[in-house]
């Protein structure tokens, strides 16, 4: 199986995250778990060598963002910088 186009990779990542901000009032499990998913999905875009800088500035800004909009604290600037963009959550996000 060949791996998803840029454009493909952009849109599950967006299914994921639709789907946890439109769980996020009924049911907390299934919204925590897609934005797992939906962050997963989008570290591998990141780690993905076939992307040219300027995608990869603005990847890492939708994470940041993504972050701050679920409150997760664990995410650094300077963790992307290290190279360390494996997603651990160690607080829950408020949903």
């Not at 599950?12 to 996020?24: D, T």
């Not at 499990?29 to 076939?50: N, P, Q």
């Not at 600037?77 to 607080?91: E, W």
């Amino acid at each position: 199986m060949a791996k998803p186009v840029f454009f493909e990779q952009m849109a599950n990542i967006g299914a994921e995250i639709g789907r946890a901000i439109n769980w996020r009032k009924r049911d907390k499990e299934i919204s925590t778990a897609s934005l797992y998913r939906g962050l997963e999905l989008l570290d591998a875009t990141i780690k993905d060598k076939k992307n040219k800088k300027s995608k990869l500035v603005e990847l890492c800004r939708v994470r940041e963002a993504l972050a701050d909009y679920f409150c997760l604290t664990t995410f650094t600037v300077q963790a992307m910088r290290s190279g360390t963009t494996t997603f651990t959550p160690s607080t829950t996000p408020q949903t």
